[in-house]
């Protein structure tokens, strides 16, 4: 895909120009299931319950009513003071009505929180409409904006043989249209449609650009979004380039609502010297006419001004125009990894004094790479420090990548990377401080009390925040990552009893068209692990899908997958037994009793069904987390019966990590 720099924009343009789509993502996949598109800024962070999220609270409230209600269907607000002020735009696609619209942004508050946890500079896309927040809502007259992505819906799917043509006629009918949303549209909105000839199918377009521009202003940003970007979707079926300000789209099957605004026509094969128009002449003959004037005049010239203040710029911006690019990367390189690193290093006198010197009081726990204490630093804030133990195999050099992976990953339901330490000889990882710690310990200890205050709507709120965060890892971040250790002790509860996923340290980074990956050496825990993982050293998504699938079944029976005591006393592991009451009917006696009988019973046979379509023993079988999510969130969708569990015969204990070597 080729890129240029966006023309510089006037200061009271919307603020950020974020770049749009995903383009590694979007080339696999259908467009429908890329929706939402989040983007989540990296220059500031702000704290749970603090002033900022107060502040974006109250605009969540606001702003969908105030853009519905808007005749543009755009609006913006801002709340609050600096540093903790907050701006924010809501827009809605100019054929969308007012219900749609306030939908379709009240769901985009809901999820950009989400997605981009405690980021201050955040956008998400969406079919119908688009959110951004940020406490920057201006910039520079010298801002060139990042460097656009596009995507194409079909990277195999070709128009025509005759590509030239085709993109020719294509640029007309994407300028008519860009032209109409800029000079003959109140909300900067126009659709259009062009049936050429019979070797081409109908193409179908949309331009549209935030309605606080002027006319000029809007045409300048859709002509340099068009002009760096056309020529990259190559014979493709459709496109889509965003900007927050600006945006246009192309298919060859329709997809906005009502008629087209702007519709051009032409003959097969093209005359060579097309006669003028005559006042006799017909309707479909001053269509042509028109078109070839814009293709013959107007679209060269507008081109070649684009191509010239595009290669003016590019040399004269270059270095901002780079370092805008990293502010938000798909994909970085190792030196921007080292850099993000580099940036979070916290001194060992600091974090020496925040937990007094790693007292034994401050212990939190130990686990197989060392232990973990709490902290308070000078601000007050209260850390969680994870002391790697010099026994520890990891190397500093792989420790980074680690970090690098970790520190880009941010989520509701992933515990916090606050910072890292590597001086003299300690090796330490900063996070923040979960108060309820594991739901190990909570689930399964020996107080009788801590158990019984998890009740049903507790564990239904684990169990749907621990599929998000997996469904963030899986499908929705920057990068795809299996976890590869998903257990009840990786899982920390903050102090409203949201679930976090801790513990990467066994982590790997999948490319987005890569589905599964063979190790030699397996690691993980006795219990949670794959029998394809554990026999054979497959791992994918499938594979932590199955140690959801043990989770949920623990969270609503209450007892281990690897309890020793328990499988020697009944006829197996927690699977083999919760498999045999399914078959039988009887499910429901493998409830927690401790939640005596204070429990929707539709709601935990549901979640019970949801674990046994996790555990099958067929990979394929297994449910993605997307859709594990929209089962938790309905009743009404129908569940397939689930296959037998991939039954574990095998080691029983406590949760041990392990290592061991395969044969492939």
Not at 221 to 246: A, E, H, K, P, T
Not at 456 to 485: C, F, M, P, T
Not at 530 to 548: H, Q, W
Not at 619 to 635: E, H
Request: neutral net charge; hydrophobic residues 40%.
């Amino acid at each position: 895909m080729r890129t240029c720099t966006k023309l510089p924009m006037a200061p009271h343009l919307l603020a950020v120009a974020v770049a749009a789509i995903i383009a590694a993502v979007s080339l696999l996949v259908p467009r429908a299931a890329g929706y939402p598109w989040p983007f989540c800024g990296t220059s500031n962070d702000f704290k749970p319950n603090s002033t900022y999220q107060a502040n974006l609270n109250l605009l969540a409230a606001t702003l969908p009513k105030n853009v519905s209600a808007s005749p543009t269907l755009y609006a913006t607000a801002v709340v609050g003071a600096v540093p903790e002020q907050v701006w924010a735009m809501g827009l809605c696609r100019g054929d969308a009505n007012a219900s749609s619209c306030l939908a379709c942004l009240t769901q985009a508050f809901q999820d950009l929180p989400n997605d981009c946890s405690y980021n201050k500079d955040a956008t998400i896309y969406y079919d119908p409409c688009v959110l951004h927040y940020s406490d920057v809502h201006t910039l520079p007259d010298d801002d060139t904006g990042p460097t656009t992505l596009s995507y194409t819906i079909n990277n195999n799917a070709n128009v025509t043989s005759d590509p030239a043509r085709f993109e020719r006629l294509l640029a007309a009918l994407v300028n008519a249209t860009a032209e109409h949303a800029a000079y003959n549209s109140t909300r900067r909105f126009a659709t259009g449609e062009a049936d050429f000839d019979q070797e081409f199918p109908k193409v179908y377009t949309l331009a549209q650009c935030t309605p606080d521009q002027t006319p000029a202003q809007c045409r300048r940003c859709l002509s340099g979004l068009i002009s760096q970007s056309l020529d990259g979707f190559q014979n493709n079926i459709g496109g889509r380039v965003l900007w927050v300000n600006c945006t246009w789209r192309y298919e060859t099957a329709p997809f906005f609502n009502g008629p087209a605004m702007v519709r051009l026509a032409s003959s097969s094969p093209p005359a060579p010297a097309p006669a003028p128009a005559t006042a006799a002449t017909g309707r479909g003959e001053r269509k042509y006419s028109v078109f070839i004037v814009v293709l013959a005049v107007v679209l060269p010239t507008l081109a070649a001004l684009n191509l010239v203040f595009c290669f003016c710029f590019w040399r004269r911006r270059r270095p901002v125009a780079h370092a805008k690019q990293s502010r938000k990367p798909m994909y970085s390189t190792e030196a921007e990894d080292m850099e993000t690193v580099d940036s979070i290093m916290i001194d060992v006198s600091t974090l020496r004094a925040a937990t007094g010197n790693f007292d034994e009081s401050n212990k939190l726990g130990e686990g197989g790479f060392g232990a973990v204490y709490k902290g308070v630093l000078p601000d007050g804030d209260e850390i969680a420090v994870k002391r790697l133990s010099k026994s520890s195999t990891q190397g500093v050099e792989e420790l980074k990548n680690e970090l690098a992976l970790v520190a880009k990953l941010k989520h509701r339901n992933l515990v916090r990377l606050i910072g890292v330490c590597l001086e003299q000889q300690e090796r330490l990882l900063v996070y923040e401080f979960v108060p309820n710690r594991s739901l190990d310990l909570i689930l399964f200890g020996t107080d009788d009390k801590r158990e019984q205050q998890l009740s049903w709507e507790q564990r239904y709120k684990i169990i749907n925040g621990i599929a998000r965060g997996l469904q963030y890892l899986h499908e929705d971040s920057q990068l795809k990552v299996v976890h590869r250790d998903l257990k009840a002790s990786n899982i920390l509860l903050d102090v409203d009893m949201n679930p976090k996923i801790s513990d990467f340290g066994l982590a790997r980074i999948f490319s987005r068209d890569q589905t599964q990956a063979v190790t030699s050496r397996v690691v993980g825990t006795y219990g949670y692990m794959a029998p394809e993982y554990l026999m054979r050293g497959n791992y994918s998504v499938k594979s932590d899908a199955f140690s959801f699938g043990v989770m949920v079944l623990e969270i609503v029976t209450g007892r281990k997958n690897n309890d020793s005591y328990y499988n020697s006393q009944k006829s197996g592991d927690l699977l083999t037994t919760v498999w045999e009451h399914w078959e039988a009917g009887t499910v429901a006696e493998l409830v927690d009793p401790s939640l005596g009988e204070s429990f929707p019973e539709g709601d935990v046979l549901r979640c019970i069904h949801i674990g046994l379509l996790c555990v099958q023993g067929d990979p394929a079988a297994r449910p993605v987390m997307s859709s594990v999510v929209m089962m938790l969130g309905s009743d009404t969708v129908t569940l397939q019966a689930p296959s037998k569990p991939g039954f574990f015969a095998g080691k029983s204990g406590t949760n041990t990590t392990v290592s061991a070597d395969v044969s492939l």
